[in-house]
């Protein structure tokens, strides 16, 4: 019995600075999902009014412009998805449900015999995508929570001149959209070529970003006028507003991945207070009951002397 009361005294001790680190855990990510929030926040309406205008000019301009704007297929042949994960875990669900989210797709679309090639974004999704032995074209890893704009380049230029050179026919971006604190959700979005129906909503947090100005559908009759011209004006806008499209989602799987991490650490830190208690009760018990063993036993030992 004191085996066991020294075992479950050790047991005890060891929860609780396992407690200690997941609390501790669970602050720091509280502060930088802060942080993350209000990085997303003060861009998101900027990026969604920007698709918005570009998706109505794609429509109204003559196509052959811009290469952005050139349509390939059908059929399709090729895609290629931008998968944003985190590079470290410990954040619950969030790395596994948009993996999950992007082979499902990965596997409709190679069912319509289309190859799927990939532009990982953190540790964890190219992990994957490498362990599975799929075409990985880029790797991104080490971003910070808060990025600039600047930083995103990198990616952007890949996206953009892949589908402009012709090597891919459609390019989506595989990311996790802030909705609150305890929810997330995984979206896999077309980014090219534009789509004038593709949710734009890059978050959800309380009312929609977008009002809904046209819930028929039907194209807007607004009339544009390029100054100096159409080319040069779409030139200059239309990378501008991929690379911010693919900012925008860093910044959403940023907050997204600090959210999710401090839910996790709280879990885990309120299972070991649980556990504490349940494995003081049991020490409690085993203590007392090798207290009553032993005066038992002096007692016993006394009647046999007497």
Same mark, same amino acid.
């Given at each position: 019995m004191a085996v066991s009361i020294k075992i479950i005294r050790r047991r005890i001790k060891s929860i609780a600075n396992t407690k200690k680190i997941t609390k501790a855990m669970e602050l720091v990510a509280a502060s930088k999902m802060k942080k993350a929030q209000n990085a997303t926040l003060k861009t998101r309406t900027y990026s969604n009014k920007a698709w918005s205008l570009i998706t109505d000019l794609s429509f109204k301009t003559e196509r052959k412009i811009h290469p952005l704007l050139v349509r390939n297929g059908p059929p399709i042949k090729k895609i290629c998805v931008a998968l944003i994960t985190s590079d470290r875990g410990l954040c619950g669900g969030f790395n596994s449900q948009i993996i999950k989210k992007t082979l499902e797709f990965q596997k409709r679309e190679m069912a319509n015999g289309r190859e799927v090639d990939f532009i990982t974004v953190g540790k964890k999704g190219r992990d994957v995508i490498a362990r599975n032995h799929f075409n990985i074209v880029a790797d991104f890893t080490d971003i910070g929570s808060i990025i600039s704009l600047f930083e995103m380049k990198a990616i952007s230029k890949i996206i953009i001149d892949d589908f402009t050179s012709g090597k891919y026919d459609e390019m989506?971006?595989?990311?996790?959209?802030?909705?609150?604190?305890?929810?997330?959700?995984?979206?896999?979005?077309?980014?090219?070529? &534009? $789509?004038? +129906?593709? #949710?734009?909503? =890059?978050?959800?947090?309380?009312?929609?970003?977008? @009002?809904?100005?046209?819930?028929?559908?039907?194209?807007?009759?607004?009339?544009?006028? &390029? $100054?100096? +011209?159409? #080319?040069?004006? =779409?030139?200059?806008?239309?990378?501008?507003?991929? @690379?911010?499209?693919?900012?925008?989602?860093?910044?959403?799987?940023?907050?997204?991945?600090?959210?999710?991490?401090?839910?996790?650490?709280?879990?885990?830190?309120?299972?070991?207070?649980?556990?504490?208690?349940?494995?003081?009760?049991?020490?409690?018990?085993?203590?007392?009951?090798?207290?009553t063993k032993e005066i038992m036993e002096i007692v016993g030992g006394k009647a046999a002397l007497e």
């Open positions: 989506y971006l595989a990311y996790t959209d802030f909705v609150s604190t305890i929810t997330q959700k995984s979206k896999i979005i077309k980014l090219l070529p &534009f $789509e004038k +129906n593709r #949710d734009i909503d =890059l978050g959800n947090v309380g009312k929609n970003t977008i @009002e809904d100005e046209n819930p028929s559908g039907e194209a807007s009759e607004y009339e544009f006028i &390029f $100054e100096p +011209n159409p #080319d040069q004006v =779409l030139e200059y806008m239309l990378p501008r507003v991929v @690379e911010m499209q693919v900012y925008q989602a860093i910044l959403e799987s940023n907050a997204s991945e600090h959210s999710a991490r401090m839910v996790a650490m709280k879990n885990a830190s309120d299972a070991a207070v649980d556990m504490i208690f349940d494995l003081t009760l049991a020490y409690n018990q085993a203590r007392q009951t090798s207290i």
